[in-house]
């Protein structure tokens, strides 16, 4: 059974203070990777797809890469706008349906 | 492109009361997703539909109806809701290649409360 376990639930950090979460995955060959950010109240919205291992993407303060296991979002310098809950999702070969992680809620404190 | 949206954004219904969560999208995706979204849970996935005439049941189905006639819409049904369907739903959609889901966009979502 494919599996996503995120961490830490919940991320609380002063504003420049640079961290990772951490998505830990257990699928059947994976074909994708997806990572969503979500604001209270609102639909995930769409931030990254990563494919192989090794494979880096850039956006603004965040950067996602992708290992064989796990994958990491890096908040550089974070503000308090990057303040909502980050969601990680798999999908894996076969086209079954993504497998989602309950996310990490991140708060960035002025 | 108003991407993917979704009526009503808060409900209250009794418990017994049937009702249907619409929703549709304008960019011509063929994969269609149902989610329920619980404190400490994560998303869900309830039905999905990879094009018009075709469904099938994800994690969670029971008490919960789907049908695709078109490629703009799917509606999620409540047979005859309860309590435990107190939750906030999400539609998402997502082009399709070789087969597979690319990107899912997701909706505003619809906030249910059954008392």
């Known amino acids: 059974e494919d599996q996503v376990t995120q961490s830490p639930e919940a991320l609380r950090l002063q504003e420049g203070e640079s961290s990772s979460l951490n998505c830990s995955y257990t699928?059947?060959?994976?074909?994708?990777l997806f990572w969503y950010r979500q604001d209270p109240g609102k639909g995930p919205e769409f931030l990254f797809t990563?494919?192989?291992a090794g494979e880096e993407k850039e956006k603004e303060r965040l950067k996602a890469t992708l290992t064989k296991k796990e994958s990491f979002l890096h908040i550089t310098a974070p503000k308090p706008e990057d303040s909502a809950t980050y969601l990680c999702?798999?999908?894996?070969?076969?086209?079954?349906?993504?497998?989602f992680g309950k996310g990490t809620r991140l708060s960035v404190i002025a | 492109n108003a991407g993917v949206t979704q009526t009503p954004k808060f409900q209250v219904l009794k418990t017994g009361q049937s009702m249907t969560l619409q929703c549709a999208q304008d960019?011509?995706?063929?994969?269609m997703s149902w989610y329920r979204q619980d404190p400490g849970m994560g998303l869900r996935l309830i039905h999905y539909?990879?094009?018009?005439?075709?469904?099938d049941q994800g994690e969670v189905p029971n008490g919960y109806n789907v049908s695709r006639s078109t490629t703009e819409d799917f509606p999620l049904r409540l047979l005859s809701a309860a309590p435990s369907q107190t939750s906030v739903y999400f539609c998402?959609?997502?082009?399709?290649?070789?087969?597979?889901?690319?990107?899912?966009?997701f909706g505003p979502g619809t906030r249910l409360l059954v008392l």
């Open positions: 990563l494919y192989s």
């Open positions: 699928v059947s060959g994976l074909r994708g």
């Open positions: 998402a959609s997502s082009a399709t290649s070789g087969g597979y889901q690319e990107t899912q966009y």
């Open positions: 539909s990879v094009g018009a005439g075709i469904t």
């Open positions: 999702a798999v999908q894996a070969k076969g086209n079954t349906p993504l497998v």
């Open positions: 960019m011509n995706h063929e994969y």
